[in-house]
C-alpha cells in the first residue's frame, strides 16, 4: 500500500483545466494500475527476499523517482518544517503501515488484501469527526457499517477461513486513513516535500539499519521485482500528482476502486488465484459504500459553496 497526499490544490485544478479533465481520468486510471504493480511485484519479491530488504531495494528506487520531483516543485524550501514532531509521529505510523501491509501481503491473497484495504475511505470518515469536527450524517455512517460488514465477509471471523494476519491489511487501512487525516491538518503550514518524503524516508532507513542482518542475496528475478516495485510506486505517484492537478477529487476519487480490478487480475496472471464468492460480495459492499460516501461529500461540499 502506497502511500501520496494530493497536490494541492485539487478541486480549484479542474475549474482552471477543464478541457484537460479527460487526461486526469486517463492519468488517473493509469496510476492506479501502476500502484498495484507495486503490491503484486512486492509480493512477488518476498517469495525470495526478506521484507526489510524488498522494503530497502523499493524505497531506493521510489525516493529516487520522487527527490527530484519535489526539489524542482518546492527547492530547499520544501525541507523546511514548523512542526517536527507530527512529521516523526506520521513517519512512525507509515513505518508501521507499510511494514504491515506487505507481511499480510506475503500470506493472503492479493486482492483479497486490496479489497479490505479499500475500507480506508470509511476510517476517514469515522476519524473525520473527532479529529477534523467534520459533521458526518447519518446515510453516510450507514454507508460505513455497510462497508465494514463487506469486510467481515471477506475476514470471516469465527470461521475455519479466518486467520489472524488478515487483521494487518485492516490495521494498514486505518493507518492510512489516518495518515491522510493528519496531512489535511497539515497541509495549511507544511510542504509536499516533508509531508510526502519524510514518511518514505523514514522506510528507508529502518529497512538499512535491518538489512545488514537480515541480508539474503537476491537472485536476479527477484532483484529486478523489487526494483520495479519501487519504480511503480514513484511513477504512480507521479501520475495521481499529475492527475489532481487536472480533474477534481470528486471526479477522481471514484477511479481509485479500478485498483481492485488490476489487484484481481495481477492474483491472477502472478499467483494463479481468484477470489471466491463471498470475497466478490465483500468487495461489491466496500466499494459501493464508498462510492456513496464520496457521492454524498461532494454534494455537502457544493451545498455549502451554493449557501
Known amino acids: 500500500m502506497d502511500i501520496e497526499p494530493p497536490p494541492k490544490p485539487i478541486r480549484e485544478a479542474g475549474a482552471l483545466y477543464p478541457e484537460r479533465r479527460l487526461f486526469g481520468v486517463l492519468v488517473m486510471l493509469g496510476g492506479a494500475a501502476v500502484l498495484c504493480v507495486t503490491d503484486a511485484a512486492g509480493k512477488w519479491a518476498l517469495q525470495g527476499a526478506p521484507l526489510m530488504e524488498m522494503n530497502f531495494f523499493r524505497g531506493v528506487v521510489a525516493v529516487a523517482i520522487l527527490v527530484p520531483l519535489l526539489w524542482r516543485s518546492e527547492g530547499a524550501a520544501g525541507w523546511r ?45 469515522l476519524l473525520s469527526v473527532p479529529l477534523l469536527k467534520e459533521h458526518v450524517g447519518w446515510r453516510r455512517m450507514i454507508a460505513v457499517g455497510i462497508g465494514f460488514s463487506g469486510m467481515l465477509l471477506i475476514v470471516q471471523p469465527g470461521t475455519d ?64 521485482a523489487m526494483l520495479l516495485a519501487g519504480a ?45 464468492p463471498l470475497v466478490v460480495t465483500g ?11 464520496i457521492w454524498r461529500a461532494d454534494v455537502g461540499d457544493r451545498k455549502a459553496s451554493e449557501g
Do not use: K
Not at 162 to 182: D, E, H
Not at 206 to 220: C, I
Not at 235 to 259: E, V
Not at 283 to 293: C, E, H, K, R, W
Open 283 to 293: 468487495m461489491a459492499l466496500i466499494v459501493g459504500s464508498g462510492l456513496f460516501i
Open 161 to 224: 477461513v479466518f486467520r489472524w494476519i488478515s487483521l494487518l491489511p485492516i490495521f494498514a487501512a486505518f493507518g492510512y486513513a489516518l495518515y491522510m487525516v493528519t496531512n489535511r491538518v497539515l497541509s495549511g503550514t507544511e510542504s509536499m516535500t516533508t509531508l510526502t518524503l519524510f514518511p518514505q524516508l523514514a522506510i528507508l532507513a529502518v529497512s538499512a539499519a535491518t538489512l545488514p542482518f537480515l541480508w539474503v542475496t537476491p537472485t536476479w528475478p527477484i532483484l529486478a
Open 81 to 125: 518544517t514548523r512542526r517536527p514532531w507530527p512529521h516523526v509521529g506520521r513517519s512512525v505510523l507509515l513505518v508501521a503501515v507499510n511494514y504491515g501491509w506487505f507481511l499480510a501481503l506475503e500470506v493472503m491473497h492479493l486482492a483479497d488484501a486490496a479489497a479490505i484495504a479499500m475500507c480506508a475511505p470509511l476510517f476517514m470518515t
Open 232 to 276: 511503480a510506486a514513484g511513477l504512480g505517484h507521479l501520475a495521481l500528482t499529475i492527475a489532481f492537478r487536472y480533474a477534481p477529487a470528486s471526479l477522481l476519487a471514484p477511479l481509485d476502486y479500478t485498483a481492485l480490478v488490476w489487484a484481481t487480475f495481477y492474483g491472477w496472471a502472478l499467483f494463479g488465484v481468484l477470489p471466491g
